[in-house]
């Protein structure tokens, strides 16, 4: 079991404020793989307790945010991914053509119509 880094944490806050039903369960998840794709990375979850449900009726969960670090220009996108009732993953992404190797200094989160 692999506990969220802050990166992850700080993003299931950003979706917690939009999607209010998702703040009690960020405390259940602990992360089971975290997959670097060369372009982008998928953090997956599991729950302490399988029965959990969450009650959010998207697949996808989005912000009007972004990721802002050092090299990777514009940024770094991210999404949440919901199936069985659960968040399943999230998922990152550059924008562009930059490759990313998933590690990173320091970040802030930028709202996009900033950009």
Known sequence: MNKLTVLESELLSVFAH???????????LYVVERECTGVGQYIFFKYYDEEDILPISEDILSVDKIIIT????????FVGNIADFKLHSLELFVYGSDEWDCTFQNFTLKDLKQL
């Open 18 to 28: 939009k999607y209010q039903a998702l703040t009690s369960h960020i405390e259940k």
């Open 70 to 77: 050092e090299g990777i220009d514009p940024g770094i996108g």
